[in-house]
């Protein structure tokens, strides 16, 4: 499709589908999106890309979610903070509220497989950043993140990234939780077009999207490798305010530990003192 033929959000979702941003920054720099795809076609010794049809591919998606686009009204103004990594666009269910909804997001996060006084705490923190008028926001995974998502939705919207297509929840069973996001007027958000499905990559690009979105993140709990421990690397990476529970002692809040001993995350033992501190 010649280059002025192919809208800017079609370009955009198929180089989103098939580059990182960082592998087409420089040349949009120079080149509307639809001249950028072009170019990339015209380079595609394997037919890939010649047989993707952005349009189509596009209409067909959006069936699912809403492709945003940074001249989008609703783009949240926080993602220039990732620099060359910025998204070239977000596939979004609840849209229309996503700018206000980042505007005072927080992230609260924390293990997996996670114990029920962990859990509570989860929850205590949550409810009461939601009352606060801030927006909660998590990955929709088990244990803290999911308990933080349904304490919120007592109190206000909440705010959902998921590392996989909007098409499905991820966990799967989690998508009862989804819905209630979505019609509790809050929103999900994902890197990726619906159909992708999770992997280690985007795990860690999720996990950069979220605290990006947000403005602050709260680690309830985190185990050393854990995915909640990278999304407090995330935050220490894009200078975001980073509160973490003080640690039990024990192997599960081994992240929390190493994170206040090496003075990357303020302590904060209380709500009260989180709400101090936002």
């Known amino acids: 499709m010649p280059s002025s033929a192919l809208s800017e959000r079609a370009a955009r979702a198929a180089l989103a589908a098939n580059f990182t941003p960082?592998?087409?920054?420089?040349?949009?720099?120079?080149?509307?999106?639809?001249?950028?795809w072009e170019?990339?076609?015209s380079r595609d010794n394997t037919g890939r890309l010649t047989q993707y049809r952005p349009e189509a591919e596009l209409a067909n998606a959006q069936l699912t979610c809403r492709f945003l686009i940074p001249s989008d009204p609703q783009w949240p103004a926080v993602l220039t903070d990732l620099g060359p990594a910025s998204p070239l666009g977000l596939w979004v269910r609840g849209h229309d509220r996503l700018h206000e909804l980042t505007t005072s997001a927080v992230v609260v996060t924390g293990n997996r497989a996670?114990?029920?006084?962990?859990?509570?705490?989860?929850?205590?923190?949550?409810?009461?950043?939601?009352?606060?008028?801030?927006?909660?926001?998590?990955?929709?995974?088990?244990?803290?993140?999911?308990?933080?998502?349904?304490?919120a939705l007592l109190n206000g919207p909440t705010l959902a990234v998921l590392p996989r297509g909007l098409?499905?929840?991820?966990?799967?069973?989690?998508?009862?939780?989804?819905?209630s996001i979505i019609s509790g007027g809050g929103a999900a958000v994902s890197l990726y077009r619906p159909g992708t499905v999770?992997?280690?990559?985007?795990?860690?690009?999720?996990?950069?999207?979220?605290?990006?979105?947000?403005?602050?993140?709260?680690?309830?709990?985190?185990?050393?490798?854990?995915?909640?421990l990278r999304t407090a690397e995330a935050a220490i990476a894009l200078k975001r305010p980073l509160l973490a529970l003080p640690s039990d002692g024990g192997i599960r809040s081994g992240g929390n530990a190493y994170l206040l001993a090496e003075g990357l995350a303020r302590s904060c033992s209380t709500a009260a003192r989180a709400l101090e501190l936002l």
């Open 167 to 179: 098409d499905q929840a991820h966990p799967h069973t989690h998508a009862p939780l989804l819905r």
């Open 39 to 41: 170019q990339r076609v």
């Open 198 to 228: 999770p992997s280690g990559a985007t795990l860690k690009a999720s996990a950069h999207l979220l605290v990006a979105l947000a403005h602050a993140v709260i680690l309830i709990e985190a185990l050393d490798h854990s995915q909640a």
């Open 114 to 151: 996670a114990g029920p006084e962990t859990i509570a705490r989860a929850r205590e923190f949550a409810g009461a950043i939601a009352e606060s008028g801030h927006t909660v926001a998590a990955s929709l995974a088990y244990g803290v993140d999911a308990a933080a998502h349904e304490a």
């Open 22 to 36: 960082e592998q087409v920054t420089a040349d949009l720099a120079q080149h509307s999106p639809a001249e950028v």
